[in-house]
């Protein structure tokens, strides 16, 4: 079963940092463009960066750009977002995403960002 | 951006009814070397995340029933569910993979 699972979501203060990862099963991880979208509670769709299979190519939404960081380990079938100085703005759920076919195939169940103090 | 408005930002549809939701983009998402629309359809139930309905603006999704159907071209697109079912209720956004990637604000789709 094709399956991404997130984790590392919580509660940090303005301006602190988290790290998220993603774990990928069921299918060959290392082709695959895969990307990060958010959505705050009761509201729409934000993509948020993606990252080519071998690494080498990362884009970022304007909002986001020196602050967040996208990677990943294709020898552990990971995906990672490193998101420093982080804002209230940023609070929304995190879902991690594989791309094919030109969009977004195969959703995560998504992991909760809370920024407050 | 390329900037996608649904409408309507909801809509609501007596069983086995029609339900039609439109999706315009502020610029073509047509990629003229294959000729495809890189333009998508997603489902998102509460307290889920969204499910890709339709790819390429008409191609359905392996597993998807076929009341749903996708058409358009260009900047203008629609997502039609011929008979609307229970299991239907739910938020149906647009997303465009030409220039960036960004998606329509939704449209809440009920009961009547």
């Known amino acids: 079963e094709v399956q991404l699972v997130e984790s590392g979501g919580g509660l940090v203060q303005p301006g602190g940092s988290l790290r998220l990862s993603c774990a990928a099963s069921?299918?060959?991880?290392?082709?695959?463009?895969m990307s990060w979208v958010r959505q705050a509670p009761g509201k729409g769709l934000e993509w948020v960066a993606n990252?080519?299979?071998?690494?080498?190519?990362?884009s970022y939404v304007d909002s986001v750009k020196g602050r967040f960081t996208i990677s990943r380990d294709n020898a552990k079938n990971s995906l990672y977002l490193q998101m420093n100085s982080l804002r209230a703005e940023d609070t929304t759920l995190y879902y991690c995403?594989?791309?094919?076919?030109?969009?977004?195939?195969?959703w995560g169940q998504g992991t909760m960002v809370t920024v407050s103090s | 951006d390329i900037v996608m408005t649904q409408s309507p930002d909801s809509l609501a549809v007596s069983l086995g009814e029609r339900a039609t939701i439109n999706c315009k983009s502020s610029?073509?998402?047509?990629?003229?070397?294959?000729?495809?629309?890189?333009l998508a359809w997603f489902q998102q139930k509460p307290g889920q995340p969204p499910k890709l309905l339709i790819y390429?603006?008409?191609t359905r999704e392996s597993g998807v029933p076929d009341r749903f159907s996708g058409s358009g071209s260009g900047t203008d697109f629609t997502l039609t569910i011929s008979s609307l079912q229970a299991e239907d209720v739910a938020v149906y956004y647009c997303?465009?993979?030409?220039?960036?990637?960004?998606f329509g604000q939704g449209t809440k789709v009920e009961i009547k």
């Open positions: 069921g299918f060959t991880f290392s082709y695959y463009w």
């Open positions: 990252i080519k299979p071998d690494g080498t190519e990362k």
């Open positions: 995403v594989r791309e094919d076919k030109n969009t977004f195939d195969v």
């Open positions: 997303q465009q993979n030409y220039s960036g990637k960004t």
């Open positions: 390429w603006a008409s």
């Open positions: 610029q073509s998402v047509l990629y003229r070397s294959n000729n495809k629309n890189f």
